[in-house]
């Protein structure tokens, strides 16, 4: 499920990032898609189920650390904020910033798990 995650969060930003660029293009092919407001509330909704389900897994069953959840909460924040301005750059860049929250706090969240499990291996 973590893997799942990592995967989404990095098209988030991937979303994020190369939509001002692809815009710039090929504005007549991909205008529609680059603010279609139910692809990104289901990448949206979709992170934070999956991510959110791994980090509340990990922190119950394996490493039982709050940061990882505390990093994707505050990246989701930084999303929302970005999602309420009108600014356009800004927006892309607050959903940039949020999306790297996300994955650092998966890939924080792996290491912890492989940690915990290596240090129970070797007890």
């Known amino acids: 499920m973590s893997k799942i995650s990592i995967v989404l969060a990095v098209l988030c930003a991937i979303h994020c990032a190369a939509t001002p660029i692809l815009l710039s293009i090929a504005p007549v092919l991909l205008g529609e898609f680059a603010h279609n407001w139910w692809l990104e509330a289901m990448m949206l909704g ?3 189920v999956l991510g959110g389900y791994a980090l509340i897994k990990g ?3 394996q490493h039982e650390r709050w940061e990882p959840l505390l990093l994707f909460l505050l990246g989701f924040s930084i999303i929302l904020l970005g999602q309420t301005l009108d600014f356009h750059v800004m927006e892309h860049i607050l959903t940039a910033t949020g999306a790297s929250f996300w994955i650092v706090a998966q890939l924080y969240n792996v290491h912890l798990e492989h940690k915990t499990h290596q240090c ?3 007890a």
Do not use: V
Request: charged content about 10%; aromatic content about 0%; cysteine-free.
């Open 59 to 61: 922190l119950l069953n």
């Open 120 to 122: 129970e291996n070797h």
């Open 46 to 48: 979709g992170g934070l």
